[in-house]
C-alpha cells in the first residue's frame, strides 16, 4: 500500500512524457515545416490513426499507405520521415515514451511487432470505440490550466492499447496471444535488440531462451518467415540503414558501430545483403532527397 501511495504521489508530481496531435492543431510555418520533414529517429513510441484521407509514411525505408480506418505504430530507434501536409486528412497522433509505458498495469506484446505488421485495419465498431477513446485523451491534454490527473490519463492510454493489441492479433487464430511460442518469439526479438552489435550466434541466443536450436528456427519461422540467423541479418542491415540515413557515417565507423572488426568484410556483407555498396546506398538517399 505504501509504495502504491509513493508511486500515485510521483505522478501527480511528474510530468507524463505522452502527446497527442489531430488536425485541428494548426500546421506550423513552411519554413519550420521544411526542418521537420527531414528523416529522424524516433525516441518515443509514436501511433497514429487516419479518420479520413489518405496519407504516406515512410519509416525504415519502407513507404506505408494509409486510410481511413488504417492505424500506424512505430517504435523508439526507428527512422521517420514525417509526410507534408495533406489536405482534407483528419487524424490523430500519440506519441509517449518507455516510462510511460512502464506505468501502464501490463504489457502489450503488438509493440514489439512480431507479426512484422506495423499497421492495424479495425472493423467498425472497434475504430468508433479506438476513434473516442483519441478523443478523450485528445480533451484531456490539450487543457492548460488545469492538466488531467495522470492516473486518469494512464487509464485512457491503457485502454487504447489493450484495443490495439486485441485488433493486432484479432486475425491471427488459431493464435493465442499469451501462448508460449509467441512469448518465446517476442523474448528473441528482445534479445536480438538488446545484443544486436554483440552479434551472438544462434546457439547462444537458443540457450538463452532455454530452447533448442530447432524449436528456435520453428517458432522464429512461425512468426517472421525466415531463419533465425536470416532475422537477425536482417535486423542488422536495417539498423546499418538507419544509422546511415539518420548520421552518415564512414563505412570503418559504421562497421565498428555493428560489432564487425574488419571494415571491408562488412562492406561485402553490405553488399550482399542490400544490394548496393554503401556508397551507392547514400548516393540513393540523397538523389531521393533532391526530388
Given at each position: 500500500?505504501q ?8 505522478l501527480?508530481?511528474?510530468k ?36 479520413t ?18 492505424l500506424?505504430?512505430?517504435m523508439?530507434?526507428q ?17 509517449f ?91 528473441f ?60 557515417l ?30 551507392e ?11
Amino acid at each position: 500500500m505504501q509504495d502504491r501511495n509513493k508511486k500515485s504521489e510521483s505522478l501527480k508530481n511528474d510530468k507524463l512524457s505522452i502527446n497527442i496531435i489531430s488536425n485541428n492543431n494548426p500546421y506550423l510555418s513552411d519554413d519550420i515545416q521544411k526542418k521537420l520533414l527531414q528523416p529522424r529517429r524516433l525516441t518515443s513510441y509514436f501511433i497514429v490513426l487516419i479518420d479520413t484521407g489518405s496519407i504516406t509514411y515512410n519509416l525504415d525505408l519502407q513507404d506505408i499507405t494509409l486510410t481511413d480506418g488504417h492505424l500506424l505504430f512505430a517504435m523508439p530507434n526507428q527512422v521517420f520521415t514525417p509526410p507534408p501536409k495533406t489536405a482534407g486528412l483528419k487524424y490523430f497522433k500519440v506519441l509517449f515514451d518507455e516510462n510511460t509505458l512502464a506505468l501502464l498495469p501490463q504489457q502489450f506484446p503488438f509493440l514489439v511487432n512480431p507479426l512484422n505488421s506495423q499497421t492495424i485495419i479495425f472493423d467498425n465498431a472497434t475504430r468508433e470505440r479506438v476513434m473516442k477513446v483519441f478523443e478523450i485523451l485528445n480533451q484531456m491534454l490539450q487543457i492548460g490550466e488545469r492538466p488531467t490527473d495522470t492516473e486518469i490519463i494512464l487509464a485512457y492510454l491503457n485502454s487504447l492499447l489493450t484495443d490495439l493489441n486485441s485488433a493486432y492479433f484479432k486475425n491471427t487464430e488459431p493464435i493465442n496471444i499469451l501462448n508460449n511460442n509467441l512469448s518465446k518469439f517476442i523474448e528473441f526479438k528482445l534479445m536480438v535488440e538488446t545484443h544486436l552489435t554483440e552479434q551472438p550466434s544462434v546457439n547462444a541466443i537458443a540457450e538463452k531462451l532455454a530452447l533448442t536450436t530447432n524449436s528456435l528456427y520453428r517458432i522464429v519461422k512461425e512468426y517472421s518467415g525466415v531463419s533465425p540467423k536470416d532475422f537477425f541479418t536482417n535486423r542488422l542491415m536495417i539498423e546499418a540503414q538507419r544509422k546511415l540515413q539518420y548520421a552518415p557515417l564512414s563505412v570503418k565507423e559504421l562497421a565498428y558501430e555493428l560489432g564487425f572488426n574488419d571494415p571491408d568484410y562488412f562492406s561485402r556483407f553490405f553488399k550482399k545483403c542490400t544490394g548496393n555498396s554503401v556508397s551507392e546506398f547514400l548516393e540513393a538517399r540523397q538523389d531521393s532527397s533532391r526530388e
